[in-house]
């Protein structure tokens, strides 16, 4: 009967039991189930923040700005510093003036500073350059954009109110990625000096220079920094940042090529469940920059020299304006025998003007040499401009006899030197502060050209009587005759200086008189 | 006679246990199935919470590739608009726009209708709120 009792008591204990560990395992899977969802919830949480943190990074990056030198203080920004967005502008002038430099080397234009000069150029930028690399690479500047971003976000769902913080790495890992795409200088093929070759990538009607593919010029490496066009900071996949780790991966000896993408690791806990996650983000400025010496300037200056020979011997030079004109050279001048007086018309080859267009035509030759040695310099001043442009600039330009030389450079308004403009003015002329034309010496020309003219560049056959005549009273024997000749001549600048190159035309009329009757 | 009254008596007490048992597995359901169907709605109130989280770090990734509030805004709706309603989630808006061009960054807030799958008396119905911030990834760096 007890036993019974017992076993009624059990039986219906059983079933409240079973309901109880029914309501009991229940209770437990719900708790699992919104732990586990917690977690997944915390986990998505600390991965947008992370990704949000290195977006911000990327972003952010191209607020780093270091102080340039002044040899490269029109490539600066604004406030006459370097970032991420216009290291590659940097770079594009040192190439340029090692360029040019490579090109007068192999024409045997280059003068005895004009090797130095390309090596300063070289070393000035690679030191703005490391001093940005540092800053880049520095775990702390990170840190303070993460946390612009990421700070201001919460892992709530692991830890209520508590923040992400950047997992303390030893290494900020970087990486130089979109190897061999464009960089955002842009660039004319017709800037590079002739016998130097630069890797650039064409995307639609634009040039660009290569980025993180090493170039060489004057036998140095120059290294860009790829930024896609158009393209904004955005997140990548860990394998396209893992192939393309500066220090797995790298690009130079030095270790120090900017780079263009940055992983963040965060983390966030609460003492038991801990979170973490990685972000790789690719920077962009969203601005492009044309490839420039932008401060840099051409002289051009002409010489019309007339010579009055009698018996073939020198005896008077006479200068001459751009325009024909009767000169009475020699006035009673006594010969061995007699007294003549010798008489020229000159500057025949000026007939058709005295624009600077019809003074270098008036060479009866190929000019082309000349003008894509100015057009090549030009454009590094302004990539764009073309040759319709500078045959513009030359007709526009009357030579003014008063005038020694003429200097065309860029004007340029923009704060950031970006928004070029090509003037030619005259030495007495509205010139730029930083054009110095005192500094002009008539024997050695600008001390700021490194190069040397060697030979002319262009040299007109000599013609006889064609662009001048002479004669004499009272007549002689021969008869007397002038010849006519000209030669430009090419003195070039690596940029180094601002001086990229000077134009010399110089025009030789020869008089020829007899004593003879 | 005894024997068949001892049968009738078993046969009692086996009814009376198995009405007993019913009674309890009844009360046990009485407790199980509110557990159960709060927590469905529990588990569902939390998916959403965090579904909205989602649009709203969504909504602001696409107001942040913009250049302007205005631009901002639209392109923030405009992703929204991806979402499709169902039973559950009737809706999902951009609440607020903070386009922080000083700061670089914008802050989109984003509000959710959750209908409760298991309606409870004054919990049928929520309003789930979040809010996402990202840089200002389409401003060009400075000149």
């Not at chain 1, 036993?3 to 008591?9: F, G, T, V």
């Not at chain 1, 949480?45 to 203080?73: C, F, H, W």
């Not at chain 1, 930024?227 to 130079?252: N, T, V, W």
């Amino acid at each position: 009967m007890k036993y019974r009792e017992n076993a009624k008591r059990s039986q219906s204990g059983a079933s409240l039991l079973l309901i109880i560990a029914c309501a009991f395992g229940l209770v437990l899977l719900i708790y699992g189930l919104f732990q586990l969802s917690m977690i997944m919830g915390g986990s998505r949480q600390v991965r947008n923040a992370v990704d949000a943190g290195a977006l911000n990074v990327s972003k952010k990056m191209m607020e780093i700005r270091v102080t340039t030198d002044p040899k490269y203080a029109d490539v600066s920004d604004t406030n006459g510093k370097v970032g991420m967005s216009n290291v590659n502008r940097l770079w594009g002038k040192a190439y340029l003036i090692n360029a040019n430099l490579e090109e007068m080397q192999k024409s045997g234009r280059a003068g005895p500073s004009a090797s130095s000069n390309g090596d300063t150029a070289y070393q000035l930028a690679q030191n703005v350059n490391d001093q940005l690399f540092n800053e880049l690479a520095s775990s702390k500047n990170q840190d303070i954009y993460f946390h612009q971003m990421a700070g201001r976000r919460t892992a709530n769902l692991i830890n209520p109110g508590m923040g992400i913080d950047r997992t303390k790495t030893a290494s900020c890992p970087i990486a130089l990625v979109d190897r061999g795409d464009e960089s955002n200088l842009t660039m004319q093929p017709t800037q590079i000096p002739e016998g130097v070759e630069a890797g650039k990538v064409d995307k639609g009607s634009k040039s660009y220079m290569q980025g993180y593919v090493p170039m060489t010029a004057n036998n140095k490496k120059f290294t860009f920094t790829s930024f896609h066009e158009g393209e904004q900071p955005h997140l990548i996949s860990d394998s396209l940042f893992d192939a393309s780790r500066a220090d797995k991966a790298p690009l130079d000896d030095k270790g120090t090529t900017i780079p263009n993408a940055f992983r963040q690791f965060a983390e966030a806990s609460n003492g038991q469940t801990g979170v973490s996650a990685v972000a790789s983000a690719v920077a962009n400025p969203i601005r492009t920059y044309d490839m420039a010496i932008p401060q840099s300037y051409i002289t051009i200056h002409v010489t019309n020299i007339s010579i009055w020979n009698v018996d073939n011997k020198f005896a008077k030079a006479i200068p001459y304006n751009f325009k024909q004109q009767r000169v009475h050279g020699l006035k009673d001048f006594q010969t061995p025998t007699r007294v003549i007086n010798c008489f020229g018309t000159i500057g025949g080859e000026y007939q058709a003007g005295s624009s600077i267009n019809v003074i270098l035509n008036a060479l009866k030759a190929d000019i082309n040499p000349a003008m894509k040695k100015l057009l090549q310099r030009i454009q590094c001043m302004d990539p764009k401009f073309t040759k319709a442009k500078l045959v513009k600039l030359f007709e526009q330009q009357q030579y003014d006899p008063k005038v020694l030389r003429y200097y065309i450079f860029a004007a340029d308004h923009s704060a950031d030197h970006t928004d070029p403009n090509i003037q030619m003015v005259p030495e007495n002329g509205s010139l730029p502060p930083w054009i110095d034309p005192k500094q002009w010496d008539p024997q050695t020309l600008d001390p700021n050209l490194d190069g040397i003219s060697g030979t002319p560049l262009v040299t007109e056959p000599t013609t006889t009587d064609q662009f001048a005549q002479a004669d004499q009273s009272p007549g002689g024997t021969p008869q007397p005759y002038a010849t006519n000749t000209g030669v430009m001549m090419w003195k070039p600048g690596t940029g180094f200086n601002k001086a990229v190159g000077d134009l010399y035309v110089q025009r030789l009329t020869q008089l020829y008189f007899s004593s003879k009757p | 006679m005894q024997r068949s009254k001892q049968q009738t008596v078993k046969a009692h007490g086996r009814r009376s246990r198995s009405g007993q048992t019913l009674i309890e597995a009844m009360f046990g359901f009485v407790i199980l199935i509110p557990i159960g169907l709060a927590a469905v709605d529990v588990v569902t109130l939390m998916s959403a919470t965090q579904t909205n989280e989602q649009w709203a770090e969504t909504a602001a990734r696409a107001a942040g590739s913009c250049t302007c509030e205005n631009m901002g805004s639209t392109m923030a709706k405009k992703s929204l608009t991806r979402f499709v309603p169902t039973n559950i989630i009737s809706s999902i808006e951009m609440e607020k726009i903070k386009f922080d061009e000083q700061a670089g960054q914008v802050t989109v807030s984003t509000v959710m209708q959750v209908n409760m799958p298991i309606p409870m008396p004054l919990m049928n119905r929520f309003e789930c709120r979040a809010s996402a911030i990202q840089p200002l990834l389409a401003t060009p760096a400075e000149q």
